[in-house]
């Protein structure tokens, strides 16, 4: 088995002026799925555009498989909040971005892309544009564009944030779906608390000016999750003791 | 059928101005060094166009300095926006002179243009590609600029190249601006050739309309304006077509509801 396929530690960044980020270290395990949950505007984006290269260095080490960040790898995928779909180019364009569009795909990618579309419950939305779909729709697109990439380290900031309490969950299953297919290692941004039990094996919450890791649970719910899930005892009860925390935390 | 209808608004108020414009220079109204009736200019129109075909070859001098000017100065506006879009140094040490130029009237130089390019074609082509390059220039530089962060981390994201990005997230992205500065630029290509025509040429239709205020023929200005409207209302819905074609997302939201 390779390294870790996520490892921070003592991690910290600023913008200009202000402290986002400080002394976060974690690491998170092949086919593992980390939510970190946090309020907005506390540095959870800043945390993932690091993770991906996006940012220039910060304090602290980094390292996806071993080595450290410097820019964009090829085995690292990220889904944003907006479903950043490339309004002059339909569906199945935008799906096959990462291997360079219909002309610089091979038959194969081709292939997968298709397949993808469908597995996203898509099958018919190949020649459509942006302006065509919902943003349900959209965000499926965006979905199935990070699995042509296939990387091996997911990244999601709050993919579902802009759509309504139904397509939520309805987008949570498909994610579960689609990450249970290749179960890998999946760093998941929300700050829905029922969103990161449903689907996370493990939640960070992130927290504090500037933000830390202020607490590391397991969620201990067996796999797949349903619709009952939310059912479940066990659900509830977490999802009460992040509440409080969270509720400890405002105070 | 629709289409037809549709005309008839406008071609009403066309037959009430011409009504008036015939009545104010009837056998009572003003003198024809002033202003023409109707019939004298459409008798111009009708022998620099038909019988006598005098006009053609002004018209094609004028436009071939016109669309020759546009093609050049667009290009390089594209091509100079992207260095200065893409380029810190270059924005650094050339953006403030361009803004500068901007904000001067190009046709002040038509004079020292024809004095360093002669009286024929280049220089009118010169003075239609300076007026043109700079509305474009500007569009271009801030369409690229304004290319949204998110939809260039994302492809930054999938180790998309730097040329890839610019060639597939902000060119695109800065088409619309694109087009509309190019929407600009044909309408001053017009008039750019003919101030070139104006102040020195022995050609065009500018010179034609020169020429006839020297011998006081108003009919015959008259009828070189509307062959210089007719041919900038043509140049402009060409572009606004083109615009249309190609930038045909444009204006669409990109989710037009919330559901999935
Ligand atoms: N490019 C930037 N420059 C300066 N400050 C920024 C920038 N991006 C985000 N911030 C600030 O950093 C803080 C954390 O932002 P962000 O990581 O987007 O939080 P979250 O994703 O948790 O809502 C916010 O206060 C935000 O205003
Ligand atoms: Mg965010």
Redesign the pocket.
């Given at each position: 088995m390779s390294a870790v396929p996520l490892s921070l530690s003592g991690v910290g960044f600023a913008?200009?002026g202000?402290e986002?980020l400080r002394d976060l270290s974690f690491t998170v395990a092949d086919g593992e799925f980390v939510a970190v949950l946090?309020?907005?505007?506390?540095?959870?984006?800043?945390?993932?555009?690091l993770v991906a290269g996006l940012l220039p260095r910060s304090a602290g080490d980094i390292l996806v498989k071993g080595e450290p960040v410097r820019r964009p790898r090829q085995d690292v995928g990220m889904v944003f909040q907006k479903a950043t779909l490339l309004p002059w180019r339909t569906a199945l364009d935008n799906v096959l971005l990462p291997a360079g569009f219909r002309r610089g795909a091979s038959a194969a990618e081709l292939e997968r892309a298709q397949a993808l579309l469908k597995a996203v419950g898509l099958p018919d939305a190949a020649g459509l544009y942006p302006s065509q779909l919902s943003g349900g729709m959209a965000q499926r697109v965006g979905l199935a564009r990070m699995l042509l990439h296939d990387p091996d380290l997911l990244l999601l900031?709050?993919p579902f944030a802009a759509l309504d309490a139904m397509s939520r969950e309805r987008m949570a299953l498909v994610l579960q779906e689609l990450w249970l297919a290749r179960p890998r290692a999946a760093l998941f941004?929300t700050?829905s608390i029922p969103e990161a039990v449903f689907l996370a094996d493990r939640i960070l919450v992130?927290a504090g000016r500037p933000?830390r890791v202020l607490l590391d649970w397991k969620v201990e719910l067996p796999r797949p999750r349903r619709p009952e899930t939310m059912a479940d005892p066990l659900f509830n009860e977490l999802a009460l003791a992040l509440r409080h925390e969270f509720d400890k935390v405002a105070a | 059928m629709k289409r037809a209808l549709a005309l008839l608004p406008p071609l009403l108020t066309l037959a009430l101005i011409l009504g008036i414009w015939a009545a104010f220079t009837g056998p009572t109204g003003l003198p024809s060094y002033l202003l023409p009736s109707p019939s004298l200019v459409g008798a111009a129109l009708w022998s620099g166009l038909v019988t006598e075909g005098t006009d053609w070859p002004h018209l094609a001098f004028t436009l071939t300095a016109t669309l020759v000017g546009y093609v050049i100065g667009s290009i390089g506006a594209v091509l100079v926006g992207a260095l200065v879009a893409e380029s810190r140094l270059f924005e650094r040490f050339v953006y403030p002179y361009i803004i500068a130029i901007q904000a001067m009237p190009k046709v002040a130089l038509a004079p020292l243009i024809l004095v360093w390019f002669g009286f024929g074609l280049a220089s009118k082509v010169v003075l239609v590609a300076l007026i043109c390059f700079f509305p474009l220039l500007v569009n271009t530089i801030t369409g690229i600029r304004g290319a949204d962060r998110e939809m260039i981390e994302m492809a930054r994201s999938f180790s998309r190249s730097g040329w890839f990005v610019f060639v597939h997230v902000k060119l695109p992205a800065a088409a619309p601006a694109i087009m509309a500065g190019l929407q600009i630029g044909i309408v001053l290509a017009l008039i750019g050739a003919v101030v070139g025509e104006f102040v020195s040429s022995d050609r065009g239709v500018g010179y034609v309309i020169g020429s006839a205020t020297v011998n006081m023929n108003v009919a015959v200005m008259f009828a070189g304006v509307l062959e210089l409207a007719a041919a900038g209302m043509a140049g402009s819905t060409l572009v606004r077509w083109l615009h249309r074609r190609i930038v045909f997302w444009e204006g669409r939201p990109s989710h037009p509801s919330a559901e999935s």
């Open positions: 913008y200009p202000r986002v946090g309020p907005s505007g506390g540095g959870k984006s800043t945390l993932l555009r900031d709050e941004v700050h992130l933000a | -």
